[in-house]
């Protein structure tokens, strides 16, 4: 193996710099680094100590460790040697924006795919793969550059206290992989973001998606692909003319670009709607009207009642967000915002790592929950990246045998914290802390000028 990336650091006998990260090469293989590195012409020319493909996977660790600063993270991935200084922070900084964050989104396209089979638990439905689509908001440095990039929330005290990156996902429901995303500004529509996700959801899928999302021509796009299916929540105002009721309560019924066209009954698409309605006042949308759009138009194959219950799994997607914001890089007294990168290209960057480490993490869960025949949804995200952060240093790769082993005893491992089966459960969209006393920061109060005076030098006695 050649030394990574022609670096001059001191490397292992396999031709490691980072050789405290071997334990990953097992889900992101090192040749599918380099193709991403060659693809986007980031191969070093000339020797030099952080060459692309160090500073690739020192990236990709800051996906997993993410409570480290980033010379902290070198560290971390590579083997003490009193004879070398650690790289500082500013040749590291300097050594990321060298890189860009199109190594990064190349390399997530190569590596990152669905993992269901059809003897996944949960993750399909009669032959199809359950996926979804929907977005989430991270908050980012309060930087001038990040602020010029992304915006920030605009309500009714003022502008929010933060730059925002809005991220819209495409996830494997069953696994939670986060198979595709793209990211924009928060004032970007999730709906133009989400469509540049169509080309990458697989064959054979039946996507779910939330109210805010629908559009005509999104459906009439997606249902025009025969090897796509489609269950999508639409708000309960939409208008539908002739219905035609189906036993199981549903009804058959065609949807129309405007109302002009369907007064002239023009280019319509005909559409299966379930409406209905909880009971329960503790669940959330109590007495509400709820209404699910599908192609899957024949109730005896699809019954409304398993699509309605099937329609919840969408939430796996909050689920994953919530893994990645608070359990993979939650907030800490250092680090106010979800993100810590200065730069717009540092936070795309850094995103992506955090996907791709999301994946490593999810990849390890799925393979132990299949060698047990267990829903991954019985094993602990959590747990699993607390053992693989401890775990890879003590990875033995001097072979493939020995690198396979160490996984299979990392997968042992996880399968030792079963969790058990999910509980019947509500979560309320609520906030404990609505208001501060405090003022809220304004721009004035970002960068004030330099002091002219010492504190002595204010002090003037009133007796």
Known sequence: MSRQGSSTLSADEQGRILDRLAGLENIILPELVRQALTLTGRVNQRACPLSAEVTLWVVLAMGLLTDLPIWQVFKAARRFRSSEKTPGRSTLCEARKRLGVEPLVCLHRLVVRPLATLRTPGATYKGYRWMGIDGTIFDVPDSEANAQAFGRAN?????????????????????????????????????????????????????????GLFSFDAWKTLSGRDDLRLLVRVKSQMVFPERTPLSDHSFLTWIYRNSHDRQRDRDGIRVRVIEYTINDPQRTGHEERHRLMTNL???KEYPALELIVGYHERWEVEVVFDEQKTHQDPRRAEKPAHLRSGTPDGVRQELYALSLGHYVVRAVMFAAAASADLDPDRLSFTGTIQILQCRLPECDARTRESLLEWLLRVQEEVLSGLLPPRRNRINPRVIKRKMSKWNKKQPKHRRPPPLSKTFVETVVMTN
Not at 181 to 196: F, H, I, P, T
Request: aromatic share 4%; net charge negative.
């Open 297 to 299: 138009l024949d109730d």
């Open 155 to 211: 309500g009714g005290r003022g502008k929010g206290a933060f730059p925002q990156v809005r991220k819209v996902s495409l996830v494997e429901l069953g696994t939670h992989v986060e198979v595709a995303m793209v990211l924009g500004g928060w004032q970007d529509s999730e709906q133009e973001l989400a469509r540049q996700l169509w080309d990458q959801i697989p064959a054979g899928t039946l996507l779910t998606e939330d109210r």
